[in-house]
């Protein structure tokens, strides 16, 4: 038996992707209590368990998608598992690549406010 599956949980965590990268489309981001504090959650069309967003995955989407999380919704990411700095140790933990960043608006010469 894994130990994983013994407490499966309500949120992913890395083991449940392994080595793979998982395509998902966002059908929903919420704000949740995680312990003692809100959080984002992201939850996936097809996908039984939604990702709770640290800072870190949150920039990345907010620069590929926009800030708006209104506007994430159908939007394609990939979620894989990476080694990450957690409270001073390496663990693994979850990253997001956005699959088809939204593009940027083009500015011209008159658009500069100086």
Do not use: H
Request: glycine share 10%.
């Amino acid at each position: 038996m894994n130990i994983n599956d013994a407490f499966p949980g309500d949120y992913l965590r890395a083991a449940d992707i392994g080595n793979n990268k998982v395509k998902a489309t966002i059908s929903s981001c919420s704000m949740a209590k995680i312990g003692d504090e809100e959080k984002p959650v992201l939850t996936f069309k097809d996908k039984e368990r939604g990702l709770v967003l640290n800072k870190t995955n949150a920039g990345i989407l907010g620069s590929g998608l926009g800030m708006e999380t209104d506007n994430w919704i159908g939007r394609e990411v990939i979620l894989y598992s990476a080694k990450v700095n957690y409270q001073g140790q390496i663990v693994d933990g979850i990253r997001v690549e956005v699959s088809e960043p939204v593009p940027a608006p083009s500015i011209t010469e008159d658009d500069v406010p100086f």
